[in-house]
């Protein structure tokens, strides 16, 4: 079975100070794995996905497969990234998708 | 383009009921997919349609079915409605299959209370 899990429903940190999402899966295959984010009033939308990358907004995530971890990362958290954060998985056609941390960047 | 569009945006139905959800998808692009999401959990995968056929199927009773048109609309369709039915339903458009080469886009989603 395909699992995301995000560990913190909310994480709170102040402005500038460094912010990581936590994101663990259970895939037994090569997963391609995603963050989505959803701003306020905002319809979910894709922030990166880890075959690009790429630095988006300032957030990275590697892809760690011993640990079978895909953590967001920024070193510099700004209030504008107050946010729910999606971490999601595909297989085949499927996506699967965490329960979401909430994050507060707090001035 | 208004993005990908949903209708209707709030709809209360009884238990028993039957309702049906429509999306439109930004125009050329030809995969929908559908989502359900209850209050504090992600979204999770209900269908995907491509070119009108379905392509994949979450984990889902029979009660839950859904169609793409030759115009790459859908709807999904509830039959026998249950309290724990009640969610936000969210559309996604990609251009191809959904997957890594295609981005999917969200749509705003209907609210569905089942009372």
């Known amino acids: 079975a395909q699992r995301v899990t995000q560990p913190e429903k909310l994480l709170s940190v102040f402005k500038g100070a460094p912010v990581e999402l936590k994101c663990n899966y259970s895939y037994s295959g090569s997963p391609e794995l995603f963050w989505y984010v959803q701003y306020s009033r905002q319809r979910l939308q894709l922030l990166l996905r880890?075959?690009s990358r790429e630095s988006i907004k300032g957030f990275t995530a590697d892809l760690n497969k011993g640990e079978t971890s895909f953590h967001l990362k920024k070193p510099f958290a700004q209030e504008e990234d107050s946010a729910m954060y999606y971490c999601?998985?595909?297989?085949?056609?499927?996506?699967?998708f965490g329960t979401g941390t909430s994050l507060t960047v707090i001035p | 383009d208004a993005g990908v569009t949903q209708s209707p945006t709030h709809l209360i139905k009884t238990r028993g009921q039957h309702v049906t959800l429509r999306c439109s998808p930004i125009s050329g692009h030809k995969s929908v997919s559908w989502y359900q999401q209850v209050l504090g959990q992600g979204p999770q995968f209900i269908f995907q349609?491509?070119?009108?056929?379905?392509?994949g199927r979450g984990n889902f009773p029979d009660r839950f079915s859904a169609r793409q048109f030759p115009n790459y609309s859908s709807e999904l369709n509830v039959n026998a409605l249950l309290l724990g039915d009640s969610a936000l339903y969210l559309c996604a458009s990609s251009l191809g299959r959904t997957g890594m080469t295609y981005e999917q886009y969200f749509g705003p989603g209907t609210r569905l209370t089942v009372t």
């Open positions: 349609y491509y070119e009108k056929e379905e392509r």
């Open positions: 880890h075959i």
């Open positions: 999601a998985l595909i297989r085949g056609n499927q996506f699967y």
